[in-house]
């Protein structure tokens, strides 16, 4: 299903998002948001985390180095 909503919704998502930061604590699903992720790639950037805390500096990382 999610790869179906992602290829439904792909000229949305570029349009409106920036990048996209992932957060799933058990190891098992961010294997499986990979797979996802491989069969149907989003078509923005993205990293998948095991903490908000690494999410969160990659954002801002991120966000920085837009406004340079």
Known sequence: M???WIRANQAE???TV???AFVFGS???R???HAVLW????PVPHEIFG????????ARDRLRDRQR
């Open 2 to 4: 999610q790869s179906d």
């Open 13 to 15: 998502l570029s349009r």
């Open 18 to 20: 920036d990048a996209i």
């Open 27 to 29: 190891a098992l699903m």
């Open 31 to 33: 294997g499986a948001l």
């Open 39 to 42: 069969l149907q790639p989003i």
């Open 51 to 58: 903490t908000f805390d690494e999410a969160l500096t990659w």
